[in-house]
């Protein structure tokens, strides 16, 4: 099965930083790439998510790269506030099961 | 439109007991997926039910089960508890067509004692 593998599991950076979280998956037939987003005491939310056939997509201070060859997708954010201080999942799914990866803790320090 | 709902928030069990947790999907989603989350380990997999059928299934015992209703409301049962099972339960439901967004729950959070 899919294997999905991410790093840190903690940054901590100062408002207005950038910040980037890296996975790598093991299943070559994956084609979607949803990273999730869960503040303290809630459920996580889709934040933006990428298909096999595009290697970037933005979306304002988000954005996140596909490397098929090397298996591996990153997460950036850029100009970082506080309310962006949570944890981030990357998944991978082939099909309609995904697997995540086990989270990063992101803190923006004011 | 409503959001998934999951029943009960919180509950305490102890050693031996079974437990049964219920999850409502968004209107018109069909399927279904559950997921434990332990500090640490992240969203780990349990199974996915469409239209009433598991769909796939994680690498969990087979203490770990669940099914799927006609009108796409799920549940799932842990029988014979253990300390580590421990967690919180999540449920997603989707639209069931290929890939997509996942809308989760807020959890039901098991302790067992």
């Known amino acids: 099965g899919e294997n999905v593998e991410q790093h840190p599991s903690t940054l901590s950076v100062q408002e207005g930083d950038s910040a980037v979280i890296k996975c790598t998956y093991s299943?070559?037939?994956?084609?979607?790439f949803p990273w999730y987003k869960q503040e303290l005491g809630k459920r996580p939310q889709l934040i933006i998510d990428i298909r096999s056939n595009v290697g970037e997509k933005k979306d304002q201070r988000i954005a996140v790269t596909l490397n098929k060859t090397a298996k591996h997708f990153s997460l950036h954010i850029t100009e970082t506030q506080p309310e962006d201080s949570a944890v981030y999942f990357c998944?991978?799914?082939?099909?309609?099961?995904?697997?995540f990866g086990k989270g990063t803790m992101l803190l923006v320090s004011p | 439109k409503a959001g998934v709902t999951q029943t009960p928030r919180y509950l305490i069990k102890t050693r031996g007991q079974q437990v049964t947790l219920s999850c409502s999907p968004i209107?018109?989603?069909?399927?279904v997926s559950w997921y434990q989350q332990t500090p640490g380990q992240g969203l780990q997999f349990l199974f996915e039910y469409f239209s009433e059928t598991q769909r796939n299934k994680g690498n969990f015992p087979g203490r770990f089960s669940g099914r799927q209703f006609s009108n796409s409301r799920s549940e799932m049962n842990v029988s014979t508890l253990e300390l580590g099972d421990s967690a919180l339960y999540l449920c997603?439901?989707?639209?069931?067509?290929?890939?997509?967004?996942?809308?989760f729950g807020e959890g039901s959070r098991l302790t067992v004692l």
């Open positions: 998944a991978a799914s082939e099909g309609s099961t995904l697997t």
């Open positions: 997603a439901s989707s639209v069931g067509q290929g890939t997509g967004e996942l809308f």
């Open positions: 299943d070559s037939a994956s084609n979607y």
């Open positions: 209107s018109g989603h069909r399927s």
